[in-house]
């Protein structure tokens, strides 16, 4: 099976401009989780996602929001963004029913906010 | 509030020691424990993974115990190879939401 893809592997942005990311889980998983990475906050909790609805959500501004397709894919988007949201933002699938919690990360999105 | 937190920052070992990394968390009621390695430019990689019912778990080479009276989470890497050089996350869990401690770095020297 194909890992967690995310799409763009590197952007770079304006502060005040919009974002957004996608993630497409490995086929079969149905829970999509999404984490930021700093080196000071180190890997942090957003939200995650199961049949389209919004389970567990992190502490994060609302300027931070996601979503999910049909078909499991995921976007999240943060809107004004401020030069703290430079950060690694990684998706994670979960493939529910099978035991286990593990959630298998993508690559990642580089965000720079400048 | 809840945290999880790593003892030490950075730990150097040779090659063919054996590794032990410490964890600390403070939140009694997660379900299960995670340790992850995340190597430069990669998304964090599973390692092992143990339920909070447990208290020993063993995967290939690598080691969790789990001590929930002192509350800490250990993982012990059976020797050592330059390929296990990386950052390391224990991350606690109850649900679908993981909370990861700041991370370890493991340099392995030859």
């Known amino acids: 099976k194909a890992g967690v893809t995310q799409t763009p592997r590197y952007l770079i942005k304006t502060r005040g401009q919009q974002v957004t990311l996608s993630c497409s889980p490995i086929?079969?998983?149905?829970?999509v989780s999404w984490y930021q990475q700093t080196p000071g906050q180190g890997l942090q909790f957003l939200f995650e996602?199961?049949?389209?609805?919004?389970?567990n959500k992190g502490n994060f501004p609302g300027r931070f929001s996601g979503r999910q397709f049909s078909n499991s894919r995921s976007e999240m988007n943060v809107s004004t963004l401020e030069l703290g949201d430079s950060a690694l933002y990684l998706c994670?699938?979960?493939?529910?029913?099978?035991?286990?919690?593990?959630?298998?990360f993508g690559p990642g999105t580089r965000l720079t906010v400048t | 509030g809840e945290s999880v937190g790593l003892h030490l920052p950075t730990l150097s070992v040779q090659e063919g020691d054996n590794s032990i990394i410490n964890c600390a968390y403070s939140?009694?009621?997660?379900?299960?424990f995670i340790w992850y390695k995340q190597e430069s430019g990669k998304g964090p990689q599973f390692i092992i993974d143990?339920?909070?019912?447990?208290d020993k778990r063993q995967g290939q080479r690598v080691t969790v115990l789990l001590n929930k009276t002192v509350k800490h989470l250990s993982l012990q890497i059976a020797a050592t190879q330059p390929g296990d050089s990386a950052v390391y996350f224990c991350a606690e869990g109850s649900g679908y939401a993981l909370n990861f401690g700041k991370g370890t770095s493991l340099l392995v020297t030859p």
């Open positions: 939140n009694s009621a997660s379900d299960y």
């Open positions: 996602y199961f049949s389209e609805t919004q389970r």
């Open positions: 143990i339920r909070s019912n447990m």
């Open positions: 086929s079969g998983h149905r829970s």
């Open positions: 994670a699938s979960t493939e529910l029913g099978g035991g286990t919690y593990e959630q298998y």
